[in-house]
Every structure is written in C-alpha cells, then in structure tokens.
Nanobody, 121 residues
Framework: QVQLVESGGGLVQPGGSLRLSCAAS????????MGWYRQAPGKQRELVAT???????NCVDSVKGRFTISRDNAKNMVYLQMNSLKPEDTAVYYC???????????????WGQGTQVTVSS
C-alpha cells in the first residue's frame, strides 16, 4: 500500500509565503515524477509543477518566478515553496507521484488527500 500525505497549507495574506510538503510512504520500489496540482472552487484540477527523479522541472506559467518545487529522493518527499502568493492561488493543493512498487511492476499515479491554501486579507 502507498500513501501520500501533504502538509503545510493554511491561510496567508497576499504577498505572503507557504511551504507545502508531501511524504510518500509504504511499499515503494521507485518514484519517477512527483508534482503538485491544485483545484480552485468551480474549476478543474490543474498542474502547478512537476519534478522528475533527475531534477527536471516543469511548471505552469502563472507560478514561474514565485513557486519553487524540489524533492528529497532519499526521503521520498516533494516540496512546494510558494512566495508572493496571490488570491488567485487559493485552491486545494494535491500531491501526485508516479510510483513503481516492484522492480518489474508498472508505475501508477498516486494522489494525496489535498491541503487547503487560502490567500486572503
């Protein structure tokens, strides 16, 4: 069994910062890409940023220069440092990871339960 657990969400004023963390645990052989997605009320879930196990990063234009994704492969963790937050960043943020549970098995996408980020004065 595999679990992704996010932490670090909360309420912050515009211009403030938050750091999200996500820990993957359970029966894990390897993790390829890890990433963060978000879903605002009434909108579809959208990609925020992803990072591969060799450090290649992809992120949506709206967060470039403000958000930084990083990971610790030894700890099976991924982080999202969010600076200069705006009200439009308000959403539930979900951690995602492509995980292989055995050496010859397929990789599946796993999701965390989500953490609320609210940017408001």
């Amino acid at each position: 069994q595999v679990q992704l657990v996010e932490s670090g969400g909360g309420l912050v004023q515009p211009g403030g910062s938050l750091r999200l963390s996500c820990a993957a645990s359970g029966s894990i052989f390897s993790i390829a890409a890890m990433g963060w997605y978000r879903q605002a009320p009434g909108k579809q879930r959208e990609l925020v940023a992803t990072i591969t196990n060799d450090g290649t990063i992809n992120c949506v234009d709206s967060v470039k220069g403000r958000f930084t994704i990083s990971r610790d492969n030894a700890k099976n963790m991924v982080y999202l440092q969010m600076n200069s937050l705006k009200p439009e960043d308000t959403a539930v943020y979900y951690c995602n990871a492509n995980i292989r549970r055995t050496i010859n098995g397929p990789a599946y996408a796993y999701w965390g339960q989500g953490t609320q980020v609210t940017v408001s004065s």
